[in-house]
């Protein structure tokens, strides 16, 4: 390796959140300064919102609510031929 192109390694250099938080960690810069660190930001402190104009949120949980509540597929066809034979039988008697 060439000499003097590296930076220097500082093992204790310090990140300062605004919150006021400080965390030790290694860097090439002695001292780091950040808005947000683990302390402060919304989803690790478990404050986070969800900013939701369109309705998304809503409408995804109707439809997956929508589709748990109805049967699929085999049984709701089974149930269907079912009823129209009932239909029939209850029409013949009359």
């Known amino acids: 390796m060439k ?3 590296h ?5 204790d250099a310090k ?3 605004a919150c006021g938080k400080i965390h030790e960690v ?3 810069m002695k001292e780091i300064q950040v808005e947000l660190c683990s ?3 919304p989803f690790y402190t478990g404050k986070q919102k969800i900013l939701d104009t369109a309705r998304r949120v809503e409408k995804f949980t109707a439809r997956t609510s929508a589709k748990a509540e109805t ?3 085999k049984k709701v066809k089974k149930e269907k031929r079912d009823k129209q034979k009932q239909a029939k039988e ?3 008697k009359a």
């Open 15 to 17: 990140i300062i959140c």
């Open 71 to 73: 049967a699929t597929g």
């Open 26 to 28: 290694g860097s090439t």
């Open 90 to 92: 209850i029409a013949k």
């Open 3 to 5: 000499k003097d192109i």
């Open 39 to 41: 302390s402060c930001h």
């Open 7 to 11: 930076p220097t390694y500082h093992a």
